[in-house]
T-cell receptor, first 112, second 114 residues
Framework: GVTQSPTHLIKTRGQQVTLRCSSQ?????VSWYQQALGQGPQFIFQ???????GRGNFPPRFSGLQFPNDSSELNVNALELDDSALYLC?????????????FGPGTRLTVL | GENVEQHPSTLSVQEGDSAVIKCTYS??????FPWYKQELGKRPQLIID?????GEKKDQRIAVTLNKTAKHFSLHITETQPEDSAVYFC?????????????FGPGTRLSVLP
């Protein structure tokens, strides 16, 4: 299945953070979501074959990478208190946002 | 951009009863509508999905209906069990690169009382 690391992370305001995701075997699309407490996931962006394939309403300080093995990173610069959330990645076997997505367990980020 | 509303925000039913959760969406170009179940501290898990060329889909105790004209879709759970207790999220996607095109509803907390 989809795995993410680390499980939990504590950072201070202004710092930078990198979160990692390994997609399910055979899946070549990875999407990232931010889930604030008590809310639904918010789409950040999606990568297909190392190219950004869609982006939500998040500022440029949220950036990503997808590697040849289809794993992915989410980087957030200049952390703000409101960035505290559960970050979820999801992989899917096809291209585009209408393919079934399978979520990882998430990384809980706390910004102090 | 797309906006997804979900009702009710909380729902309590007796074990064995049915539960219905309704979502409305704003973008008529949306064509994929999944439902996810999220238990406390766990990842969202897909329970059923429907595409715009289908009006209804069933999987055992779970069904989803879609009304494209009214732009709403609903999750139906029959013969509810305590393990159905969780937060349920609907979502809508149009499947292209136009803006924020995979949007989740705010969630419904379902409690099944034994």
């Amino acid at each position: 299945g989809v795995t993410q690391s680390p499980t939990h992370l504590i950072k201070t305001r202004g710092q930078q953070v990198t979160l990692r995701c390994s997609s399910q075997s055979g899946h070549n699309t990875v999407s990232w979501y931010q889930q604030a407490l008590g809310q639904g996931p918010q789409f950040i962006f999606q990568y297909y074959r190392k190219e950004e394939n869609g982006r939500g309403n998040f500022p440029p300080r949220f950036s990503g990478l997808q590697f040849p093995n289809d794993s992915s990173e989410l980087n957030v610069n200049a952390l703000e208190l409101d960035d505290s959330a559960l970050y979820l990645c999801a992989s899917s076997p096809g291209q585009g946002l209408t393919d079934t997505q399978y979520f990882g367990p998430g990384t809980r980020l706390t910004v102090l | 951009g797309e906006n997804v509303e979900q009702h009710p925000s909380t729902l309590s039913v007796q074990e064995g009863d049915s539960a219905v959760i309704k979502c409305t969406y704003s973008d008529s170009a949306s064509n994929y509508f999944p439902w996810y179940k999220q238990e406390l501290g766990k990842r969202p898990q897909l329970i059923i999905d429907i595409r715009s060329n289908v009006g209804e889909k069933k999987d055992q105790r779970i069904a989803v209906t879609l009304n494209k004209t009214a732009k709403h879709f609903s999750l139906h759970i029959t013969e509810t069990q305590p393990e159905d207790s969780a937060v349920y999220f609907c979502a809508a996607s149009r499947g292209d690169n136009y803006g924020q095109n995979f949007v989740f509803g705010p969630g419904t907390r379902l409690s099944v009382l034994p």
